[in-house]
């Protein structure tokens, strides 16, 4: 079992920046690819970025490419998402998520994904 927390969200004028923690229990860290994924209303889920287990590989959506970047620390069981030149269209509730893999991939279909934290809300506005 794994239990994951967000934290970092909040309220950022358009081009500021944020970086989202996802803080994992268990000893197992290392096993899992991970994940954020956000939800605006009335749209659904969809992946932002995605790291593999050692961290050598990670994606990208398109709209966030160049602007976000997915990082994680085995040692601190902790994956990250800096945001950089926040958009409008970035705020949604931003999820994290781990995908037990047998291979050093990355995960970039919902449903693989076993644990999902609680979410943290992120808001661009002025």
């Known amino acids: 079992q794994v239990q994951l927390v967000e934290s970092g969200g909040g309220l950022v004028q358009p081009g500021g920046s944020l970086r989202l923690s996802c803080a994992a229990s268990?000893?197992?860290?290392?096993?899992?690819?991970m994940g954020w994924f956000r939800q605006a209303p009335g749209k659904e889920r969809e992946l932002v970025a995605a790291?593999?287990?050692?961290?050598?590989?990670?994606y990208y959506t398109d709209s966030v490419k160049g602007r976000f970047t997915i990082s994680k620390d085995n040692a601190k069981n902790t994956v990250y998402l800096q945001m950089n030149s926040l958009k409008r269209e970035d705020t949604a509730v931003y999820y994290c998520?781990?995908?037990?893999?047998?291979?050093?991939?990355?995960?970039?279909?919902?449903?693989?994904?076993?644990?999902w934290g609680q979410g943290t809300q992120v808001t661009v506005s002025s």
């Open positions: 268990g000893r197992t860290f290392s096993s899992y690819a």
């Open positions: 998520a781990a995908d037990r893999r047998a291979t050093d991939s990355v995960a970039t279909v919902a449903t693989t994904y076993d644990y």
């Open positions: 790291i593999s287990r050692s961290g050598g590989g990670s």
